[in-house]
T-cell receptor
C-alpha cells in the first residue's frame, strides 16, 4: 500500500513569491493534515482538511491556506513568502481521526 | 490534550532494549497515548498507541502504568536505525471534536551506539 506522498521534495523561492505544496493521502483516508517544522523548532499544526472542508487551522496567518480536492489530495499555498517560512512542511493523512501517517515532507527554502 | 514530559535525550547500546519514559499525569480517561518517531529530516513515523492495556506490535511495546500517569515505550533490540527523536503524545482517539491535530512536544532524542 502506497504511503502519503508529497511534492516537490525541495522548493526554493524568493521573498514575496507564492509557494504551492502538494499532498496525496493514503488510499481510503479522507483527512489531510499539514504541519510546519522550522529549523530547530518542533512540529506545529497548520491545517486540517476532511471531506473537502477545512476543519481546523493552527496559529498561522491567513497567507497560509489550502484546499482539499474531491480525490482527497490537498494543496498548501503560502503567499507573500517571508524568510521565516523556510521549513520542512509535512503532510499527514488519516481515516476518521485515527492514527496519522506522515509523508516525507517538502523542504521550502525562502531566499 | 494532556501535556507530556519526556527526557530530552537518551543513549542506548546497539542490541540492547531501549526504554523511553513519558509522564502524562493530567491524562483524561478517554485519552490515548501515542508514540511517533522522527528520523532526521524525515516525516514522523507512527509507532504504537494504547489506552490502558499494554500493547505490542512489530516495532515496539507500550507499557502504561495502572494509574495511566506514565508510560514507557520499549524497543526490544535497538539498532542504529532506531536513532531518532521519539514523541509521546496524548489525545483522544477520534480527534474530530478536538481539532484533529497532534501536539508534538520536544520529544526524546535517542542515540543508539555501536
Amino acid at each position: 500500500e502506497a504511503g502519503v506522498t508529497q511534492s516537490p521534495t525541495h522548493l526554493i523561492k524568493t521573498r514575496g513569491q507564492q509557494a504551492t505544496l502538494r499532498c496525496s493521502p493514503i488510499s481510503g483516508h479522507t483527512s489531510v493534515y499539514w504541519y510546519q517544522q522550522a529549523l530547530g523548532l518542533g512540529l506545529q499544526f497548520l491545517l486540517w482538511y476532511d471531506e473537502g472542508e477545512e476543519r481546523n487551522r493552527g496559529n498561522f496567518p491567513p497567507r497560509f491556506s489550502g484546499r482539499q480536492f474531491p480525490n482527497y489530495s490537498s494543496e498548501l499555498n503560502v503567499n507573500a513568502l517571508e524568510l521565516e517560512d523556510s521549513a520542512l512542511y509535512l503532510c499527514a493523512s488519516s481515516s476518521w481521526g485515527n492514527e496519522q501517517f506522515f509523508g516525507p515532507g517538502t523542504r521550502l527554502t525562502v531566499l | 490534550d494532556a501535556k507530556t514530559t519526556q527526557p530530552p535525550s537518551m543513549d542506548c547500546a546497539e542490541g540492547r532494549a531501549a526504554n523511553l519514559p513519558c509522564n502524562h499525569s493530567t491524562i483524561s480517561g478517554n485519552e490515548y497515548v501515542y508514540w511517533y518517531r522522527q528520523i532526521h529530516s524525515q516525516g514522523p513515523q507512527y509507532i504504537i498507541h494504547g489506552l490502558k492495556n499494554n500493547e505490542t506490535n512489530e516495532m515496539a511495546s507500550l507499557i502504561i502504568t495502572e494509574d495511566r500517569k506514565s508510560s514507557t515505550l520499549i524497543l526490544p533490540h535497538a539498532t542504529l536505525r532506531d536513532t531518532a527523536v521519539y514523541y509521546c503524545i496524548v489525545r483522544v482517539r477520534h480527534g474530530y471534536n478536538q481539532g484533529g491535530k497532534l501536539i508534538f512536544g520536544q520529544g526524546t532524542e535517542l542515540s543508539v551506539k555501536p
